[in-house]
Structure formats: C-alpha cells, structure tokens
C-alpha cells in the first residue's frame, strides 16, 4: 500500500462541532485500541533510562488527555516533570489541567500552529517532544520540515503513528462496530493510508551527526518512532556536551518495547 495523505473530516471542523466533539471522544477510544499510550511511555522508559527530561512537550496535543494517560504511568522521580500541550485549538479542560497539577506537574497549553511554535520557540537542551497520530497528517515535504524542527530544538523525540498495513485498514473499515461516528468512520481509512511501515520516517529524519534513531511496528495497529542524541558519537560524529549523555541500554532497551 502506497502512502496516501487525504484531508481528514476532523481537522476541517470547529472545534466545538457536536460532530467533532464526538470524533474526539471516539478517538480516546481508539487510543485504548491501538494501546498508544501504554506504547509512547515504554518508549519514554527505554529512552530515558539515565536521564529525565525537563520538560515534555506535545504537538497537537488535542484536550490533553492521551498525555496525561502516560503520564500516570510515570514513576515517583517524574512527577516534577513540566508538560507543554501544544495545540491549534485551545480544548483542554481545567479538570484535565487539576488532574496534572495533582500529580505534581506544572503545565501549560499553547494554541498554536505547529511550525509557527517549532520556528519561534526556546526550548532546552533536555527536552522531550512527543507526538501521537500527528505526522501522518502531513506530506513528505512538510514532514521534512517538521522533523528538522524538531531535530534543532530537542535532544530527543518519540511519535506513534498508524501502521500502514491490511490489517490496519481492516479493523478502520469496521469501527461501526464501536459505536464510532461517521467523521471517524471516514478518517480511520485515511489515517492508515496516511501511516507509515518499515522505516519511512528513519528516511526523512535529518543525517545530522550525534543522533541514535529507532523506529518498528508497535502492538496491533501502531509504528513508532524515536530518535535521541548521544554524548559521543561513531567516529567522525560531532561531540555532544556531557549533559547531552545517553547510555547504550537506553537504545538497546527500546527493542525490548515493542511487539513485532
């Protein structure tokens, strides 16, 4: 199956249309299916096994929940940690924003485009960004693009994306059974379609020296991609500064993440 992007129902939608409202929620669902949660946070255990993030920023974060479902997965020393929700639609509700705060996050969200917020921002050396069901949005060109940004402003990054597959696009083609409703009934297909297999996004992540980068199919319906920086890289690789350090076992123990 060729990748094919497609305008998507949902992103052309107000954020307060019943029908989206309704497609958000769907998704929620959909998430639990597809396990993304549970698959983003042993991403984050296996990559950051010697090192915490100061900050962990999500693109199209939505209303916030899926980020703060691997949150609670979190063990005691990240409960400091600082989220950035990030977001062209401002939906995150105050009891989603209690709920972090109860687990001793700070957070805060920002409505903004996506390479609006990549071109203008700071970030810091340590941060993590993260994104779910985002990058299959866009084309190769704009993904490009996107992965560059990323690429400059972080020291390491994790999407989980559909997997491009059969099986993918046969469970989309069915979630009437779930009760999902017409706008995700038309989106799910497209996203797959949309979706990547083997190691598409490997190809269009930045040759920059001084990154390890890993991507596989996850659980039933997922792909998953990370890249991370090294202290120190292969022969003729940039030096990164010590603070920048990852150990070999945070790589090697991504392989032991995800189910083939």
């Given at each position: 199956m060729e990748?094919?992007?497609e305008?998507?129902w949902?992103?052309q939608l107000?954020?307060?249309?019943?029908?989206?409202?309704?497609s958000?929620?769907?998704l929620?669902?959909?998430?639990?299916?597809?396990g993304n949660a549970g698959?983003?946070?042993?991403?984050i255990?296996?990559?950051?096994?010697?090192w915490?993030?100061?900050r962990?920023?999500?693109?199209g974060a939505g209303d916030?929940?899926f980020l703060?479902?691997?949150a609670e997965?979190f063990?005691?020393?990240?409960?400091?940690?600082?989220?950035?929700l990030?977001d062209?639609?401002s939906i995150?509700?105050?009891?989603?924003l209690?709920?972090?705060?109860?687990?001793g996050?700070?957070?805060?969200?920002?409505?903004?485009d996506?390479?609006?917020?990549l071109?203008?921002?700071?970030?810091?050396?340590?941060?993590?960004?993260?994104?779910n069901?985002?990058l299959?949005?866009?084309?190769?060109?704009?993904?490009?693009?996107l992965l560059?940004?990323?690429?400059?402003?972080?020291?390491?990054?994790i999407?989980?994306?559909?997997?491009r597959s059969?099986w993918?696009f046969?469970?989309s083609?069915l979630?009437?059974?779930?009760?999902?409703n017409?706008?995700?009934?038309h989106d799910?297909?497209?996203?797959?379609?949309?979706g990547?297999?083997?190691?598409?996004?490997?190809r269009?992540?930045?040759?920059?020296?001084g990154?390890?980068?890993?991507?596989?199919?996850?659980?039933l319906?997922?792909?998953?991609?990370?890249?991370?920086k090294?202290a120190?890289?292969s022969?003729?690789q940039?030096?990164?500064?010590k603070?920048?350090s990852a150990?070999?076992?945070?790589?090697a123990?991504l392989?032991l993440c995800?189910?083939?």
């Amino acid at each position: 199956m060729e990748r094919l992007v497609e305008p998507e129902w949902l992103d052309q939608l107000p954020a307060d249309d019943t029908g989206a409202i309704g497609s958000r929620h769907d998704l929620k669902l959909l998430n639990a299916w597809m396990g993304n949660a549970g698959i983003l946070s042993r991403a984050i255990f296996g990559m950051c096994a010697t090192w915490t993030p100061r900050r962990i920023i999500e693109l199209g974060a939505g209303d916030g929940n899926f980020l703060l479902r691997v949150a609670e997965h979190f063990p005691q020393r990240w409960k400091n940690a600082h989220a950035v929700l990030i977001d062209r639609n401002s939906i995150v509700s105050s009891r989603t924003l209690q709920r972090f705060r109860s687990m001793g996050w700070e957070v805060e969200t920002l409505r903004s485009d996506l390479f609006d917020w990549l071109e203008r921002s700071a970030t810091t050396p340590d941060d993590l960004i993260v994104a779910n069901l985002i990058l299959h949005h866009f084309d190769s060109a704009s993904l490009l693009k996107l992965l560059r940004l990323v690429a400059e402003r972080a020291r390491a990054f994790i999407a989980v994306e559909p997997r491009r597959s059969l099986w993918s696009f046969t469970f989309s083609r069915l979630l009437w059974l779930l009760g999902c409703n017409h706008i995700t009934r038309h989106d799910a297909p497209v996203s797959v379609k949309a979706g990547f297999t083997g190691r598409e996004l490997t190809r269009l992540w930045p040759t920059t020296p001084g990154w390890q980068v890993h991507e596989a199919k996850a659980g039933l319906f997922s792909h998953v991609f990370a890249a991370s920086k090294w202290a120190h890289g292969s022969p003729g690789q940039r030096r990164e500064r010590k603070h920048f350090s990852a150990s070999p076992h945070d790589f090697a123990s991504l392989f032991l993440c995800f189910p083939f």
